[in-house]
């Protein structure tokens, strides 16, 4: 169920928010009545994203950059102010992956997600804190466990998202005084998205193995993303920031048991 919350006059930037759980968190903030602007770097992703946005709810506004081209994201917010104003709520998400042994990665490789990543995200927050409502604007960074729980196969997502979550610390620390808030979302498995299906469960054995992993014995759906979007972006979360909410049921919690049980095994 949506929480029930009016952003009827206030804009919205969704950075990514053309699929998955970016385009979840857009369709929830159209379904509560705001102006939605949505970027991404594929033209079609975004007339797509914006036919069906205009369905849902409030004015749509569609602009396509990549999040690597400082320039092309500092046009994306120019165009944006222009139709809506002052940006009220800024998610920024846009992110990359695949599994890859540290051994066999490229610098290339490693080079793609940290631009993407952690780059675009600086490049998303800079860029837009000329156009954020100041006092009152909501910044919110969609990052991953990645950020603080170490995982096979992802030495770049985890070199990068765990930069992302030290830029919400540190422009919660730069911005507060100007009335702006900062915070990340953290999603565990949701279900529905392709990151699910290429890296936590491509087999139905995976599937299996991965939901024993959650605490709540449940994955994820694109509603417990964007309620909690809803939420952080509302008067009800207004002292809130700085914070890095993880919203994957206890899955984080579930990540770290087996270090902290070999510990405790060998008397540490």
């Not at 949506?2 to 857009?26: C, E, K, P, S």
């Not at 490229?106 to 837009?128: C, E, K, M, P, Y």
């Not at 953290?186 to 024993?212: C, N, V, Y």
């Not at 909690?228 to 509302?234: D, E, N, P, V």
């Amino acid at each position: 169920m949506q929480m029930n919350l009016d952003f009827h006059g206030r804009h919205v930037f969704v950075f990514g928010g053309t699929t998955g759980i970016n385009f979840g968190i857009a369709q929830a903030f159209a379904r509560q009545g705001a102006a939605v602007t949505v970027a991404s770097r594929k033209q079609e992703n975004v007339d797509n994203a914006c036919r069906t946005l205009s369905d849902v709810g409030g004015p749509v506004h569609g602009a396509c950059a990549d999040v690597r081209d400082f320039d092309a994201v500092g046009r994306a917010f120019e165009s944006a102010v222009g139709r809506f104003g002052p940006v009220d709520v800024l998610v920024s998400g846009a992110a990359g992956n695949f599994l890859c042994a540290a051994r066999d990665m490229s610098s290339n490789g490693f080079r793609a997600v940290v631009d993407i990543d952690l780059v675009g995200t600086f490049h998303v927050l800079r860029q837009a804190h000329a156009h954020l409502r100041k006092p009152g604007a909501a910044v919110i960074n969609i990052t991953a466990p990645q950020s603080f729980v170490p995982m096979r196969y992802q030495v770049h997502a985890c070199a990068a998202k765990a930069g992302v979550d030290q830029l919400t610390r540190v422009l919660a620390l730069e911005w507060g005084g100007e009335g702006i808030r900062v915070n990340s979302i953290s999603p565990g498995p949701i279900e529905g998205t392709e990151g699910f299906r290429k890296l936590m469960a491509p087999t139905p054995e995976d599937h299996a193995a991965a939901r024993g992993h959650v605490p709540l014995q449940r994955f994820g759906s694109l509603d417990d993303i964007s309620n909690l979007a809803l939420f952080l972006a509302s008067p009800y979360a207004s002292y809130i920031s700085g914070a890095l909410i993880p919203c994957d049921g206890g899955g984080a919690i579930e990540s770290v048991k087996p270090a902290l049980e070999a510990a405790s095994q060998a008397g540490l």
